[in-house]
T-cell receptor
Framework: DAKTTQPPSMDCAEGRAANLPCNHS???????VYWYRQIHSQGPQYIIH???NNETNEMASLIITEDRKSSTLILPHATLRDTAVYYC???????????????FGKGTKLSVKP | GAVVSQHPSRVICKSGTSVKIECRSL??????MFWYRQFPKQSLMLMAT?????????EQGVEKDKFLINHASLTLSTLTVTSAHPEDSSFYIC???????????FGDGTRLSIL
């Protein structure tokens, strides 16, 4: 089972910031938080990941609370093309020759509206 | 960013046919490749994990004799759905990853329809 909980759906106005929350209250000390999104009928697209510090890249920002029990993905200026299902996943990197699995929950369906 | 190519994107075939799906990491060497299945309006379900040169590890409930996985090189993995039936119709997605914290990257999926 997925170790994260997300709201099933959210709406956002085009041009506004989209803030997608994720709860991972049972996260362990060596687990990273990864965010992916899936646009209809496509494979998931990697967005961002982090351990405990806030992270930013060209797509989004990731804010992780100090206790690491929750995080928020921020799309600063949402466009219609950002409409997708967003998945928050926690995972332990495996340095022993194989990579840890990604366990997908149900995600948040973000609808960006004009 | 990293690119994973999956082919074909769509397959329609008759019941009893075997179907092969290819997954290639185009600009990096993948230590591990993963195969997922996604039914309509559901999330991705991991089917199996494969490392180059070794046997795949299948998730509980996934028949290894039906879903044959070959991981011949660090850039290519194949999934063969043997003797496919209508209930095997689904969206199959591969991903490829490297060691450590770097993220997995996904192909665009293969929509398999068995008539």
């Amino acid at each position: 089972d997925a170790k994260t909980t997300q709201p099933p759906s959210m709406d956002c106005a085009e041009g506004r910031a989209a803030n997608l929350p994720c709860n991972h209250s049972t996260i362990s000390g060596n687990e990273y938080v990864y965010w992916y999104r899936q646009i209809h009928s496509q494979g998931p697209q990697y967005i961002i990941h982090g351990l405990k510090n806030n992270e930013t890249n060209e797509m989004a920002s990731l804010i992780i609370t100090e206790d690491r029990k929750s995080s928020t993905l921020i799309l600063p200026h949402a466009t219609l093309r950002d409409t997708a299902v967003y998945y928050c996943i926690v995972r332990v990197p495996d340095y022993g020759g194989s990579q840890g699995n990604l366990i997908f929950g149900k995600g948040t369906k973000l609808s960006v509206k004009p | 960013g990293a690119v994973v190519s999956q082919h074909p994107s769509r397959v329609i075939c008759k019941s009893g046919t075997s179907v092969k799906i290819e997954c290639r990491s185009l600009d990096f060497q993948a230590t591990t490749m993963f195969w997922y299945r996604q039914f309509p309006k559901q999330s991705l379900m991991l089917m199996a994990t494969s490392n180059e040169g070794s046997k795949a590890t299948y998730e509980q409930g996934v028949e290894k004799d039906k879903f044959l996985i070959n991981h011949a090189s660090l850039t290519l993995s194949t999934l063969t759905v043997t003797s496919a039936h209508p209930e095997d119709s689904s969206f199959y997605i591969c991903s490829a990853g490297t060691l450590g914290v770097q993220p997995q990257h996904f192909g665009d999926g293969t929509r398999l329809s068995i008539l």
